[in-house]
């Protein structure tokens, strides 16, 4: 049984060397066939020593930037809440600004402003509407 001398390389290590290959050929500095080749090479390598040689005569990139996580909800949805966050706040304030004055609570007005546009703006929330993550069921 022959023992070689070098680390032995794992998938992983392999798919990242195939990753960086193809940022390499997006950034142009190899072509389709030089790639083809070189990725063949790295499945066919079994040393970590042989992997760095597939890379030897290209620079070294910088680490990819993590893809940064999107919001569920869009700019436009997140303005809206903040709208009517502020909105029920004011109208609170001045209900209870005007219970004060009388002396007692009066007809809860606000609930005609905080509710129907609360609701709207749920709903819409919920189902994705106009935020593009809604989801058809295939019947």
Same mark, same amino acid.
């Given at each position: 049984? #022959?023992?070689?001398?070098?680390?032995?390389?794992?998938?992983?290590?392999?798919?990242?060397?195939?990753?960086?290959?193809?940022? $390499?050929?997006?950034?142009?500095?190899?072509?389709?066939?030089?790639?083809?080749?070189?990725?063949?090479?790295?499945?066919?390598?079994?040393?970590?020593? #042989?992997?760095? +040689?597939?890379?030897?005569?290209?620079?070294?990139?910088?680490?990819?930037?993590?893809?940064?996580?999107?919001?569920? =909800?869009?700019?436009?949805?997140?303005? #809206?809440?903040?709208?009517?966050?502020?909105?029920?706040?004011?109208?609170?304030?001045?209900?209870?600004?005007?219970?004060?004055?009388?002396?007692? =609570?009066?007809? =809860?007005?606000?609930?005609?402003?905080?509710?129907?546009? +609360?609701?709207?703006?749920?709903?819409?929330?919920?189902?994705?509407?106009?935020?593009? $993550?809604?989801?058809?069921?295939?019947?």
């Amino acid at each position: 049984m #022959e023992i070689t001398a070098g680390t032995r390389a794992s998938d992983a290590e392999r798919d990242r060397i195939v990753a960086e290959l193809s940022r $390499h050929l997006g950034d142009g500095r190899i072509d389709l066939a030089e790639y083809d080749q070189r990725v063949a090479q790295v499945y066919r390598t079994t040393t970590r020593e #042989e992997l760095t +040689g597939v890379l030897a005569d290209l620079p070294t990139l910088a680490p990819a930037r993590p893809a940064t996580p999107r919001s569920r =909800f869009p700019v436009w949805q997140r303005i #809206e809440a903040a709208a009517w966050l502020t909105v029920s706040v004011l109208v609170l304030v001045i209900w209870g600004a005007i219970s004060l004055g009388v002396g007692e =609570f009066t007809y =809860f007005w606000p609930m005609w402003v905080i509710g129907p546009w +609360g609701a709207v703006l749920a709903v819409r929330a919920a189902t994705g509407i106009e935020s593009g $993550h809604r989801h058809r069921r295939k019947i």
